[in-house]
């Protein structure tokens, strides 16, 4: 090993100080802001904001946590060398699984406040007949059993890929890269099948009537991008404290800023098939999704996030510079989050403010998504704790140290 190697290697410590004072304030925040919120649930009117509010923090937190999750396993299915220096805080990422399933719990005890189908037949109206048909699917316990199956099975996923690198770091056995690229296949296809399931019971049984066979690889497409836009900041965030200062290359961002792109696009292009296919099959089952959002301000915030979710940062990541210049992909990551958050307001608030979106009614989803995401930058720093943030004895850490992108 070349002694550039060796202070790459030398330089990855334990992460301690600078994780600390995060666990302190992301504990802080997410516990204040729960508090304040828990209060205005108990005011008269206020049950339905509450809910709405956390659910659409939950969704947006749950959709990072499974993107750091699909990116580990594709790393190992692909066989990634590139990724290795990356990968370790993905995983950590991944682990927020197990607090997830523990903010899922809320969500069981105001699901009947939040999922229309859940109510008596008598309250639910002409649409009732409807969801008849669909009360073998549509159903509490079977509804209860289904979310806890699919976090039993993301925290299995996530503490296997986890715990077998902790374990590389101190005994090297590179059978332990060959069992999780054996595992990881099979797991790509578990993954799919949960989280589109889960999609279909968080997110689309808001409108039980509306079903879309698109709506799993949309939620896909958004914890992707969202995820890589988390994994990029995450990056530059450690750096800026001490941490990977001479193992994240500009090369690493380079990658991350191109999956970044790529997922943009996916994104933007899931989007418009969904909408199109809807739009020209012109089923009134379909269409009743999309005619709630485009009334009134809804409408607004539609073609904001065409905008801001797609065009715009379509054309800021398109050039290779884009992503190879620290400032400008940080800038980029966090316009990623931003808008994959309104994204999210988009998915769950138009069932409960059909009235339309304000920038009063966005106040309540905001603070409690920061309080939820302080939650979980907490529980991740605290998973890192006195922890590599480095797999340093991965087979292929020595490519991902040398990788590059431009061979000249």
Known sequence: MSEVQRIHLDEERPLLGSLGRLITVGGVVG????????????LPG?????????????????????????????????????????????????NNLILMAVLAIPIIFGSHALYSWMQPSEAIGEEAHLLAHKAVYLNPVFFFVRIALYFVVWIILSRYFLSRSLRQDKDGNPEITVRMWVTSGPSVLIFALTSTFAAFDLVMSLTPTWYSTMFGVYFFAGSMVSFMALLGATCLFLQGRGHLVNVITREHYHDIGKLTFAFTFFWGYIAFSQFMLIWYGNIQEETEWFKMRQQGTWLWLEVAILFGHFFIPFLGLIGRWAKRRVAVLAFWCLWVLIWHWVDIVYLVLPHFLPQGVTVMNLAPPALMSLGLLGLCFAFAAASAQGKPILPVRDPRLIESLEFDNIKV
């Open 31 to 42: 516990g204040l802001v729960c508090v304040v919120l828990g209060v205005v649930l108990a």
């Open 46 to 94: 206020g049950a339905s904001a509450v809910w709405s509010s956390y659910l659409t923090g939950f969704i947006y937190c749950l959709t990072l946590s499974l993107g750091a999750l699909i990116f580990v396993i594709i790393q190992h299915v692909t066989r990634a060398g590139w990724s290795v220096v990356v990968r370790r805080i993905a995983e950590f990422y991944s």
